[in-house]
C-alpha cells in the first residue's frame, strides 16, 4: 500500500470544507513610525502603497539666517544633484500644498443641433504631489447649456503605461488618456514650469487652444451689432413706406438696458424727537423710466434694514392721489424724470417729501455731459458737524485716598485700581526737583520760617519739609507728606511748572512764595536733556555685550528680546529700548553712534545676522584672536535720515500687513460675506470700477468699517498699478482671497 503525501495548504478552498488558520503571533501591528522627527504611518500591513519619500535640500547655516532680509527657503527638488546635501522627508510634509496645474481642452460631439457639430470644453487638471492625486474642473461658461464644473474627483488617475498617472505623464502639448476622453494639455501656470525646470524636464511652449462654433458666435455678439442703429429719419422712412410698426417701448429698452442714473440726496427728518439727516439714493432706470429709491442707513443708527423707501416703478409728480377704476390715466409727462434732476437741487417727490440732492455718480455725470450737453454741479458737503456733548463736570478731590483712587471711582462703574507708568517711573527715578519757599502774607511768628518743596519727577509727588532752626522755638521737620495734591489756586495737580522761582502755590488752605530752586532743577528747566548722563560711549558697548550675552545661552533669544514686531531686524526704537533695558538713557545721537557700530552695511537697520556679527567674537582661526573694530564716535546726519526712514518704512509695511491681513480675514472667512458686499456696490454703481471710497461705504453698510487708509493700503498691495480712483472690484475681492495665506501673521 503507497502513502501519497499531500500538502493542505495547497488544496483550493471547496464549498463547505476549509481548513484553520493557525497564527504564530497574535500582536497588534504597529502602524506609525518616526522618520527625520516626523510622525509617518507605516501603510505595508493595510495596502501594497508604500511611504513616499522625496529628497529636500538642506539650507545652509538656518541658525545664521533670519527671516529678513536674507532669509533662507527650503526649495524641494525631485532629483538632488551629488554636491547638494539633502535629507528625506514625507512627501506629505515636504510637498504640502504643492500642486501643478495644467490647462487643456477636450472635443464632444453634438447631434442636438444643426448649428454646431462639436463642443471644445475648456478644462484645468491639478495634480498634487503630496500624494499624487488629481482632479479635473470645468470652468463655467454662461449660457452654455452644460452641466459644468468638477469633471472628474480627486483620486489617483490610472496610467495608459500601466500603475498610476505621475507627473512626467503630464506635458505641455502631448495628449492625455483619462476614462476615455483625449485631454489636449495646452498650458502650465509659472510655478508648474518652475518645478519641471528645476527637475530637469522643462515644460514646452504654451499652445492656443481650438475654438467652436459656440465661443465664436458668443465673442461676436460682443463686438458686432445685429443691424445698423435705429435713427429718427429711419424711422422716418419706414412709416412713409407703410411700414416703421415699432414698439418705442421696446426700443428704449433694447438702447438704455442696464444703464441707471444715480443721484445721492438726504432729508432732513423734523417728526422725530430728535433732528436726524436721512441718506438717500435716487435711482432712475432709462430703460423704462421707473424710479427706485433707497435709503442708506448709517451704521448703529438704530432703524430697522428695510433700505427700500419706494420701491421700483413710475411716480407720478405732484400730490399722491389714489387711482380708482374710474380714473383717467396719467400721461407720460405727469411722471417723474431723470432729466429734471440736478445737483444742488430740492425735489419733492411723492407728494411730502423733501430731498436735497447733492451728489451724483460718474455715469450720471457723464450722461448728462454727452447726451444732455449739461454740466452737473460739484458735489454738496450735507455732514452734520458733530454734536457736541457737554463733558459733566469732575467732581472736586475729596481729600480721602490718593488722587488716582478718586478718579477711578469718576471714570469706573466699578471703580480698579490706578495703574502706574512704569516707563515714567523708570526713566525718572531718583530725579527731585527742590525748591525753597515761604508763607504768603505770614503771622508774625512765622516770618522767618522756611520750607523746601520737593517735586518727584517719577510719579509727580509733592513733599514739603522744614528743615530745622535754631531758636525759631517751632518744631521742624515733616511739613507735609510725600503724595499727590492739588494746587488750590490752578484746581490741577502740580506740575513742575508751577514750582518756577516767583509762582504762589496753595495747598491745603497754606499759600506758598517760591523764592529760589537748587542747581540741579535749574539745569532741568534750562535743557530737558541735561539729566542724561555722559557715558563712554566705547565702555556702553563693551557692557551691552556683555549683558545680552549672559542674559541668554542663544543669540536668537536676545535678538527676538528686542525685536518687538518680529520683522527680522532692529529699527532705531527698538535698538534704543534695548539700551534703556540695560540702564543706558542716552541722547539719540549717541544711539545713532551705537546702532551704526552693528549696522555694518549702512542701511539704517540691524539685521540678525549684523547683530550676531557684533555681539559674537571671533573663532581663533592662527592661534591669534580677531578683535573687534573701534566704536566711531562722530554723528552722522546721513545715516540717522537714513535709519529714520527705515523706521517709518517698517512701520508702514506692518499696517499693510495688518490693514490685507484684517480685510482678508473678513472676505475669506465669512460665508456668503463677498456677495453681500457685491449687492452693496450694485446699489452705488453698475460699472466694474469704483473709488475707495465706494469700498469702505459698501464694507460699512455690512457691519465691518474699515479706515480709507487700510483700504488704500490693500489696494495698493494687491495692484500696485491700480487707480485709488477707479478700482476693479472684482479683480481686488479675488487678488485679496487668493492671497489670503500668503500673508504671514504677527509671529
Known amino acids: 500500500m503507497t502513502t501519497v503525501q499531500v500538502d493542505l495548504k495547497s488544496l483550493p478552498?471547496?464549498?463547505?470544507?476549509?481548513?484553520?488558520?493557525?497564527?504564530?503571533?497574535?500582536?497588534?501591528?504597529?502602524?506609525?513610525?518616526?522618520?527625520?522627527?516626523?510622525?509617518?504611518?507605516?501603510?505595508?500591513?493595510?495596502?501594497?502603497?508604500?511611504?513616499?519619500?522625496?529628497?529636500?535640500?538642506?539650507?545652509?547655516?538656518?541658525?545664521?539666517?533670519?527671516?529678513?532680509?536674507?532669509?533662507?527657503?527650503?526649495?524641494?527638488?525631485?532629483?538632488?544633484?551629488?554636491?547638494?546635501?539633502?535629507?528625506?522627508?514625507?512627501?506629505?510634509?515636504?510637498?504640502?500644498?504643492?500642486?501643478?496645474?495644467?490647462?487643456?481642452?477636450?472635443?464632444?460631439?453634438?447631434?442636438?443641433?444643426?448649428?454646431?457639430?462639436?463642443?471644445?470644453?475648456h478644462v484645468k487638471i491639478y495634480y498634487y504631489l503630496e500624494d499624487d492625486t488629481c482632479h479635473i474642473i470645468e470652468p463655467r461658461q454662461d449660457n452654455s447649456g452644460i452641466p459644468q464644473g468638477q469633471l472628474i474627483r480627486r483620486h489617483r488617475f490610472p496610467s495608459p503605461n500601466g500603475g498610476y498617472l505621475k507627473p512626467e505623464d503630464l506635458q505641455v502639448g502631448d495628449m492625455l488618456q483619462v476614462y476615455g476622453r483625449s485631454i489636449m494639455i495646452t498650458d502650465c501656470d509659472?510655478?508648474?514650469?518652475?518645478?519641471?525646470?528645476?527637475?530637469?524636464?522643462?515644460?514646452?511652449?504654451?499652445?492656443?487652444?481650438?475654438?467652436?462654433?459656440?465661443?465664436?458666435?458668443?465673442?461676436?455678439?460682443?463686438?458686432?451689432?445685429?443691424?445698423?442703429?435705429?435713427?429718427?429719419?429711419?424711422?422716418?422712412?419706414?412709416?412713409?413706406?407703410?411700414?416703421?410698426?415699432?414698439?418705442?417701448?421696446?426700443?428704449?429698452?433694447?438702447?438704455?438696458?442696464?444703464?441707471?442714473?444715480?443721484?445721492?440726496?438726504?432729508?432732513?427728518?423734523?417728526s422725530t424727537p430728535q433732528f436726524e439727516r436721512r441718506p438717500f439714493t435716487i435711482m432712475f432706470f432709462l430703460a423704462d423710466d421707473q424710479v427706485e429709491i433707497r435709503e442708506q442707513y448709517p451704521l448703529n443708527c438704530g432703524r430697522d434694514n428695510f433700505p427700500i423707501f419706494f420701491r421700483k416703478g413710475r411716480m407720478p409728480m405732484g400730490a399722491y392721489r389714489v387711482q380708482g377704476p374710474q380714473s383717467q390715466p396719467r400721461k407720460k409727462s405727469e411722471f417723474v424724470h431723470g432729466h429734471d434732476f440736478h445737483v444742488g437741487q430740492s425735489v419733492t417727490l411723492l407728494g411730502n417729501y423733501n430731498f436735497y440732492i447733492y451728489d451724483a455718480d460718474e455715469f450720471t455725470r457723464r450722461y448728462f455731459q454727452e447726451e444732455l450737453g449739461e454740466q452737473l454741479a460739484d458735489r454738496a458737503d450735507v455732514t452734520l458737524p458733530e454734536r457736541a456733548v457737554p463733558r459733566a463736570a469732575t467732581p472736586p478731590y475729596t481729600g480721602y485716598g490718593s488722587w488716582a483712587d478718586s478718579m477711578s471711582s469718576v471714570t469706573h462703574l466699578i471703580p480698579k485700581p490706578p495703574k502706574k507708568d512704569f516707563?515714567?517711573?523708570?526713566?525718572?527715578?531718583?530725579?527731585?526737583?527742590?525748591?525753597?519757599?515761604?508763607?504768603?502774607?505770614?503771622?508774625?511768628?512765622?516770618?522767618?520760617?522756611?520750607?523746601?518743596?520737593s517735586f518727584y519727577l517719577q510719579d509727580d509727588t509733592l513733599a514739603i519739609h522744614e528743615p530745622p532752626q535754631r531758636n525759631l522755638g517751632?518744631?521742624?521737620?515733616?511739613?507735609?507728606?510725600?503724595?499727590?495734591?492739588?494746587?488750590?489756586?490752578?484746581?490741577?495737580?502740580?506740575?513742575?511748572?508751577?514750582?518756577?522761582?516767583?509762582?504762589?502755590?496753595?495747598?491745603?488752605?497754606?499759600?506758598?512764595?517760591?523764592?529760589?530752586?537748587?542747581?540741579?532743577?535749574?539745569?532741568?528747566?534750562?535743557?530737558?536733556?541735561?539729566?542724561?548722563?555722559?557715558?563712554?560711549?566705547?565702555?556702553?558697548?563693551?557692557?551691552?555685550?556683555?549683558?545680552?550675552?549672559?542674559?541668554?545661552?542663544?543669540?536668537?533669544?536676545?535678538?527676538?528680546?528686542?525685536?518687538?514686531?518680529h520683522d527680522g531686524v532692529l529699527t532705531v526704537q527698538e535698538f534704543q529700548q534695548a539700551l534703556e533695558k540695560y540702564g543706558f538713557q542716552l541722547a539719540i545721537e549717541d544711539v545713532l553712534k551705537i546702532m551704526k557700530h552693528f549696522d555694518c552695511r549702512g542701511d539704517g537697520q540691524v539685521s540678525y545676522n549684523?547683530?550676531?556679527?557684533?555681539?559674537?567674537?571671533?573663532?581663533?582661526?592662527?592661534?591669534?584672536?580677531?578683535?573687534?573694530?573701534?566704536?566711531?564716535?562722530?554723528?552722522?546726519?546721513?545715516?540717522?535720515?537714513?535709519?529714520?526712514?527705515?523706521?517709518?518704512?517698517?512701520?508702514?509695511?506692518?499696517?499693510?500687513?495688518?490693514?490685507?491681513?484684517?480685510?482678508?480675514?473678513?472676505?475669506?472667512?465669512?460665508?456668503?460675506?463677498?456677495?453681500?458686499?457685491?449687492?452693496?456696490?450694485?446699489?452705488?454703481?453698475?460699472?466694474?470700477?469704483?473709488?475707495?471710497?465706494q469700498i469702505q461705504s459698501a464694507l460699512e453698510q455690512v457691519g465691518h468699517p474699515f479706515h480709507i487708509e487700510d483700504i488704500q493700503r490693500s489696494v495698493l498691495y494687491v495692484m500696485p498699478d491700480s487707480d485709488l480712483d477707479r478700482v476693479n472690484y472684482l479683480e481686488l475681492f479675488k487678488a485679496i482671497v487668493s492671497s489670503f495665506h500668503d500673508i504671514a501673521a504677527s509671529r
Open 13 to 121: 478552498n471547496l464549498p463547505g470544507f476549509s481548513f484553520p488558520a493557525y497564527k504564530e503571533r497574535y500582536h497588534k501591528s504597529q502602524t506609525w513610525n518616526v522618520v527625520n522627527n516626523q510622525r509617518i504611518e507605516q501603510k505595508e500591513g493595510f495596502s501594497h502603497d508604500k511611504p513616499k519619500f522625496v529628497k529636500a535640500a538642506k539650507p545652509v547655516d538656518t541658525w545664521r539666517q533670519g527671516s529678513l532680509p536674507n532669509s533662507t527657503t527650503r526649495h524641494v527638488f525631485k532629483n538632488a544633484g551629488d554636491g547638494i546635501q539633502y535629507s528625506e522627508l514625507p512627501a506629505w510634509d515636504a510637498f504640502d500644498r504643492h500642486v501643478l496645474r495644467f490647462t487643456g481642452y477636450f472635443k464632444e460631439a453634438v447631434v442636438e443641433t444643426n448649428l454646431e457639430n462639436h463642443r471644445v470644453r
Open 190 to 270: 509659472p510655478f508648474t514650469r518652475s518645478y519641471f525646470e528645476q527637475a530637469g524636464e522643462p515644460q514646452g511652449p504654451a499652445e492656443l487652444p481650438e475654438s467652436d462654433p459656440f465661443q465664436e458666435t458668443r465673442e461676436a455678439m460682443k463686438h458686432k451689432e445685429a443691424t445698423a442703429p435705429r435713427t429718427y429719419e429711419k424711422i422716418y422712412r419706414e412709416v412713409m413706406l407703410g411700414g416703421g410698426h415699432i414698439n418705442s417701448d421696446m426700443q428704449q429698452f433694447l438702447e438704455k438696458d442696464k444703464k441707471v442714473l444715480r443721484f445721492y440726496a438726504v432729508m432732513d427728518d423734523v
Open 423 to 453: 516707563i515714567k517711573l523708570f526713566r525718572h527715578e531718583g530725579k527731585v526737583l527742590r525748591f525753597k519757599a515761604k508763607f504768603v502774607e505770614p503771622k508774625p511768628e512765622d516770618r522767618d520760617r522756611i520750607f523746601v518743596i
Open 474 to 565: 517751632i518744631v521742624t521737620g515733616r511739613f507735609l507728606e510725600k503724595g499727590i495734591h492739588m494746587n488750590q489756586l490752578t484746581g490741577n495737580l502740580f506740575a513742575p511748572n508751577d514750582l518756577l522761582p516767583g509762582n504762589c502755590i496753595k495747598v491745603y488752605n497754606f499759600e506758598f512764595y517760591i523764592m529760589d530752586m537748587d542747581e540741579y532743577s535749574r539745569k532741568v528747566f534750562e535743557d530737558p536733556n541735561a539729566h542724561l548722563r555722559v557715558f563712554d560711549l566705547e565702555a556702553v558697548l563693551q557692557k551691552l555685550r556683555e549683558s545680552m550675552r549672559q542674559q541668554y545661552p542663544l543669540v536668537r533669544d536676545v535678538f527676538r528680546r528686542f525685536d518687538s514686531d
Open 610 to 693: 549684523e547683530f550676531c556679527d557684533m555681539l559674537l567674537d571671533e573663532d581663533y582661526t592662527t592661534g591669534m584672536m580677531v578683535t573687534k573694530p573701534a566704536l566711531n564716535e562722530d554723528f552722522d546726519p546721513n545715516y540717522a535720515e537714513r535709519a529714520f526712514m527705515k523706521s517709518a518704512e517698517r512701520a508702514e509695511t506692518t499696517q499693510v500687513r495688518k490693514a490685507v491681513k484684517e480685510l482678508g480675514d473678513v472676505l475669506y472667512k465669512k460665508q456668503g460675506f463677498l456677495t453681500r458686499v457685491f449687492k452693496e456696490i450694485k446699489h452705488v454703481t453698475h460699472e466694474d470700477f469704483v473709488t475707495c471710497e
